[in-house]
């Protein structure tokens, strides 16, 4: 989430304790929401399991994304786990809000329980009712009881790579 001048995008100059951050291997996947109509996706590292039971879910959501305004009202989300190779996506999802686009346009889709969009071309996915959230600073952590999960691809997950995403500015 950072660029090559050693700033975060939002402009903060990165500091150690960012770094001993991100010595943690860390998935990446993309957090689908629905409210209504309006569907949309956001790429997420902040992510976890909480819980070995029940199944619960922990996403982190900066306030001033679009996804943090529709989950709050949805309270739905779905993790979909990305595979090795789908930087890509991750970087469409991630970089260009649905305030302005429509990220979900050409993607293909599914719906499981919630009713939150599930990528078909994913490696995994967790489909979530928040259950509680947590203010934390700037991002809200939505923790989600597990309604249904299943593997549905192949391969291995997509690991966060700071080197994927720099000198990336908008779109895919
Ligand atoms: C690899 C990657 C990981 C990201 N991880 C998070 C995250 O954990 N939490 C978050 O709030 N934003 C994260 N972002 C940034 C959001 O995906 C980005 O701000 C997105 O454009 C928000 O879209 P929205 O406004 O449509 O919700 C990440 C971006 C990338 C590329």
Redesign the pocket.
Known sequence: ?EDEKNCT?HGREITDIDRAFDVQVRG?AV?TTSLGQKL????????SRVSEQPFLAM????K???????ISQSRIYAINYLKEGQ?KL??H????????VD?LKNVPYFTDKTGAPILCDCLAYLDCKVVAELDAGD?TIFLGEVLSGKVIGEGHGLQ?RLS??IE?DSGS
């Open positions: 989430m995008r990446v957090i949309n996706g956001m790429s997420a590292a902040w992510i996403v982190s959501v900066w001033k994304n679009f996804s943090h305004q529709l930087q991750a970087i999802f991630g970089r260009q809000s649905g305030r302005d990220k991002h966060y994927d995403y990336v």
